[in-house]
């Protein structure tokens, strides 16, 4: 299974000078299952690049978001997949408690917030609303459940007959908790994470700024890495940046985590890194 960042920033692009090393696009990443199949999660601005890479042989994709914050989907009007009459393409995302996955979407995919509303998009378009257990596409199983951030949003964990990814963007796992991380039991998002070979989490603050953001939905990095020493996971990659955060800000948040010494690799998330699941050598690295 192959894993690719395409956007790694959190809440607003923020392009420019000072965020190009681990870049300004919203949430995006690609998952390439070892028999072809192809994983979009979330659609954020990052998918407008990913467009341009895929395999023209590809004919269906399915875009798994998390939830319909618009740093989630600000990207999908701008996605080329979607306005092919060749294409295949299922989305999966939560619904909320009064309005469906599709009605959702139509608010942002219909004036006057987008000139082209989701009825008129050219694709053999399907929706699934999640959370949906655990189901199969194509080789890769996907296992969706509701986790902490506010509004309907879940995080989904992914499978392979030789590696395991868990997808948590968005997610407050220390919310309420007198002492983080509690019992897996009552921990959010335990169950999607646990024992997984790469953990992408929010790490959007730091411990310092996180008191100044209890209940907006985000982690700060100590609680990110608390969360997966948790879950025993085997790889950490960090996600949802601030878009306030420059390069230089993250070298040095991520300089003090890894001094601390951890039982698993961190590593900061960056566009166009790719990890390879599945093989003695996962390891990220820059295309």
């Given at each position: 299974m192959k894993v690719r960042l395409w956007g790694t920033r959190?809440?607003?692009?923020?392009?420019?000078?000072?965020?190009?090393?681990?870049?300004?696009?919203?949430?995006?990443?690609?998952?390439?299952?070892?028999?072809?199949?192809?994983?979009?999660l979330d659609a954020g601005t990052g998918i407008r690049r990913l467009a341009a890479e895929l395999s023209p042989t590809v004919r269906r994709l399915d875009i798994l978001l998390t939830h319909l914050h618009m740093d989630h989907i600000q990207g999908?009007?701008?996605?080329?997949?979607?306005?092919?009459?060749?294409?295949?393409?299922?989305?999966?995302g939560p619904a909320s408690t009064t309005l469906s996955l599709g009605e959702r979407l139509r608010r942002y995919l219909s004036p006057p917030l987008f000139p082209v509303r989701l009825r008129d998009l050219r694709c053999r378009l399907v929706l699934h609303e999640v959370p949906s257990g655990e189901v199969r596409v194509g080789e890769l199983t996907v296992t969706s459940a509701l986790v902490c951030h506010p509004g309907p949003t879940v995080g989904y964990r992914i499978g392979s007959d030789?590696?395991?990814?868990?997808?948590?963007?968005?997610?407050?796992?220390?919310?309420?908790?007198?002492?983080?991380?509690?019992?897996?039991?009552?921990?959010?998002?335990?169950?999607?994470?646990?024992g997984v070979d790469l953990l992408i989490h929010d790490a959007q603050y730091s411990l310092a700024e996180y008191p100044e953001h209890v209940g907006w939905g985000h982690?700060?990095?100590?609680?990110?890495?608390?969360?997966?020493?948790?879950?025993?996971?085997?790889?950490?990659?960090?996600f949802h940046h601030d878009p306030a955060?420059?390069?230089?800000?993250?070298?040095?948040?991520?300089?003090?985590?890894?001094?601390?010494?951890?039982?698993?690799?961190?590593?900061?998330?960056?566009?166009g890194a790719t990890f390879e699941l599945g093989t003695p050598a996962a390891a990220g690295h820059d295309e």
């Open positions: 959190g809440s607003l692009a923020s392009p420019g000078a000072e965020t190009a090393r681990y870049g300004g696009n919203t949430a995006c990443v690609e998952v390439l299952g070892p028999r072809g199949t192809v994983l979009i999908l009007g701008f996605f080329p997949p979607l306005h092919d009459p060749e294409m295949e393409i299922h989305i999966w030789e590696a395991v990814l868990a997808y948590l963007p968005d997610h407050e796992p220390s919310l309420g908790a007198r002492k983080f991380p509690a019992e897996p039991r009552w921990t959010s998002g335990y169950d999607l994470a646990a982690s700060s990095l100590d609680d990110a890495i608390r969360f997966a020493t948790c879950a025993g996971v085997k790889h950490l990659v960090t955060r420059t390069d230089e800000n993250l070298d040095r948040m991520m300089a003090n985590a890894v001094r601390e010494g951890r039982r698993f690799a961190i590593t900061p998330g960056a566009e």
